[in-house]
């Protein structure tokens, strides 16, 4: 069984800076891509960012140059530094891991439960 815990979320004013955190623990031999995605209210899961094991990042355009996405493969954790943040930023964060693979064999992808962003004065 895989498991992923975010950590970082919380309320910040706009201009203000978050850092999520997602930690993957279980049997894990390799997690092939992580992400970041978010849902505001009324709306659909979008990503946010994601990255490969390599290190090849992608951003929705609406954080580009404001988000960035890394990755500690030894520690099967992800982040994202958030910069200038917006009210439009406000949503429900989700940890992604996709193509996981466990000493039982593949797992697929696998989610976090979230975590709350609010940016709001």
């Known amino acids: 069984q895989v498991q992923l815990v975010e950590s970082g979320g919380g309320l910040v004013q706009p201009g203000g800076f978050l850092r999520l955190s997602c930690a993957a623990s279980?049997?894990?031999?390799?997690?092939?891509?992580m992400g970041w995605y978010r849902q505001a209210p009324g709306k659909e899961r979008e990503l946010v960012a994601a990255?490969?094991?390599?290190?090849?990042?992608n951003y929705a355009d609406s954080v580009k140059g404001r988000f960035t996405i890394s990755r500690d493969n030894a520690k099967n954790t992800v982040y994202l530094q958030m910069n200038s943040l917006k009210p439009e930023d406000t949503a429900v964060y989700y940890c992604?891991?996709?193509?996981?693979?466990?000493?039982?064999?593949?797992?697929?992808?696998?989610w976090g439960q979230g975590t709350l962003v609010t940016v709001s004065s």
């Open positions: 992604n891991a996709d193509r996981v693979t466990t000493s039982v064999g593949y797992l697929g992808e696998v």
């Open positions: 279980g049997s894990i031999f390799v997690i092939s891509k």
């Open positions: 990255i490969t094991r390599g290190g090849s990042a």
